[in-house]
T-cell receptor, first 113, second 114 residues
Framework: DQQVKQNSPSLSVQEGRISILNCDYT??????FLWYKKYPAEGPTFLIS?????DKNEDGRFTVFLNKSAKHLSLHIVPSQPGDSAVYFC????????????FGQGTTLQVKP | GAGVSQSPSNKVTEKGKDVELRCDPI?????LYWYRQSLGQGLEFLIY????????KSGLPSDRFSAERTGGSVSTLTIQRTQQEDSAVYLC????????????FGNGTRLTVT
């Protein structure tokens, strides 16, 4: 039972354009959502998070949107840079203080120069 | 300061052997997690330690898997009688559980069972 789903295994965009990565979840008890970026042979690194009391959180080029009614979140990267090429994981938690995260399968983003 | 450290970075073992994977969390982080990532898959939760509480072992795939955390710091994940399906990258993460904060991951141990 996949509680967090990233239905697009890969995405390719041109440098300077917007990258939109999508994530769906099934558990309405999730109230804390995060995005991680992973380069080969490295551990995932935290990018940005959002609590369920918000619908948008922005940090520089990265913005996360949360649509609770649709159980959907997305990560926007604007403008995209070649260094953004990595695997992106969304993750969700049922309690913002336990940290037991459920991860999606990941989306590989390629930003072409 | 130093991040989460895992050793070894790579481990090749024969089917049926036992292996031990080590994790040194960030100093002061009271919560420690083990995840694994099989080829082409997402991160699968294995086990979670929080302070002196009993660990949450709900993600361990079989009784061949066990983990301990000594002195509230270093953790060891042990896999007994390894099988080929155990081949994966095993990731350790820690966090400061005293506040809302994300997990900080190590670079993982790539386990290959031949």
């Amino acid at each position: 039972d996949q509680q967090v789903k990233q239905n697009s295994p890969s995405l390719s965009v041109q440098e300077g354009r917007i990258s939109i990565l999508n994530c769906d979840y099934t558990n309405s008890m999730f109230d804390y959502f995060l995005w991680y970026k992973k380069y080969p042979a490295e551990g995932p690194t935290f990018l940005i998070s959002i609590s369920s009391i918000k619908d948008k959180n922005e940090d520089g080029r990265f913005t996360v949107f949360l649509n609770k009614s649709a159980k959907h979140l997305s990560l926007h990267i604007v403008p995209s840079q070649p260094g953004d090429s990595a695997v992106y994981f969304c993750a969700a938690s049922g309690s913002s203080n336990t940290g037991k995260l459920i991860f999606g399968q990941g989306t590989t983003l390629q930003v072409k120069p | 300061g130093a991040g989460v450290s895992q050793s070894p970075s790579n481990k090749v073992t024969e089917k049926g052997k036992d292996v031990e994977l080590r994790c040194d969390p960030i100093s002061g982080h009271t919560a420690l997690y083990w995840y694994r990532q099989s080829l082409g898959q997402g991160l699968e939760f294995l086990i979670y330690f929080q302070g002196n509480s009993a660990p949450d072992k709900s993600g361990l795939p079989s009784d061949r898997f066990s983990a301990e955390r000594t002195g509230g710091s270093v953790s060891t994940l042990t896999i007994q009688r390894t099988q080929q399906e155990d081949s994966a990258v095993y990731l350790c993460a820690s966090r400061d559980a005293g506040k809302i904060s994300p997990l900080h991951f190590g670079n993982g141990t790539r386990l290959t069972v031949t």
